[in-house]
């Protein structure tokens, strides 16, 4: 099983709509969340970080599932500059804090 | 402005030569990284670096080397020995364990394609 999983989509949706993608990760002692977006060719970029408790970026809402080990991206109101690939980002306690990727889920948002 | 440099940004290279990648961080990071990534694919680690004069091999090392001499610098080589080097090659810095423990802040990328 892989660390860190994503569904790589793409997820296609009309402009004006709500998407929500997961990352599941494997490892129980992970302590630091992220989500990241990479456009096309370009290196990624932080969007959010995720704290226990949820948070709230504007239209983007992330959150922290522990229990289920699982974080989420909620994006309302899609726009077309929102097309992109998403990256979850985990990093385990232990002393390495090395962070683990997945793979990216990719979202178009179309007119 | 503080940030990552990476060069050269494009970079062809026959079969057989090795090739150094150089980024540079003035952003006082303690740790840096280099990552690959094939199209499609997500970022793998192929050397970290939390220290200077310390690096540790990532997920896929066999046929990379690097140094870490200076705490702004971590250069990449990749040497003849790595099968299929064509790929994006992305660096990346952050402070472990201090505040927003773990933020990546990424260089623009080097693209090496391999003739």
């Known amino acids: 099983r892989k660390e860190v999983e994503q569904d790589p989509g793409p997820f296609n949706v009309p402009e004006g709509a709500t998407v929500a993608f997961n990352c599941t990760y494997s490892?129980?002692?992970?302590?630091?969340f992220f989500w990241y977006r990479q456009d096309c060719r370009k290196e990624p970029k932080l969007l959010m970080s995720?704290?226990?408790s949820g948070n709230e970026d504007g239209r983007f809402t992330a959150q922290l599932n522990r229990a289920s080990q699982y974080i989420s991206l909620l994006i309302r109101d899609s726009k077309l500059s929102d097309s992109a690939t998403y990256l979850c980002?985990?990093?385990?306690?232990?002393?390495?804090?090395?962070?683990?990727f997945g793979r990216g889920t990719s979202l178009i948002v179309h007119p | 402005d503080g940030g990552i440099t990476q060069s050269p940004k494009y970079l062809f290279r026959k079969e057989g030569q090795n090739v150094t990648l150089s980024c540079e961080q003035n952003?006082?990071?303690?740790?840096m990284y280099w990552y690959r990534q094939d199209p499609g694919q997500g970022l793998r680690l192929i050397y970290y670096?939390?220290?200077?004069?310390?690096?540790q091999k990532g997920d896929i090392a066999e046929g990379y080397s690097v140094s870490r001499e200076k705490k702004e610098s971590f250069p990449l080589t990749v040497t003849s020995a790595q099968k299929n080097p064509t790929a994006f090659y992305l660096c990346?810095?952050?402070?472990?364990?201090?505040?927003?423990?773990?933020?990546?802040?990424f260089g623009e990328g080097s693209r090496l394609t391999v003739l």
């Open positions: 990346a810095s952050s402070l472990p364990g201090q505040g927003r423990s773990g933020e990546l802040f």
């Open positions: 490892n129980s002692a992970s302590q630091s």
């Open positions: 995720v704290y226990s």
């Open positions: 980002v985990v990093i385990s306690s232990g002393g390495s804090y090395i962070p683990t």
């Open positions: 952003l006082n990071h303690d740790a």
């Open positions: 670096s939390q220290i200077v004069n310390d690096f």
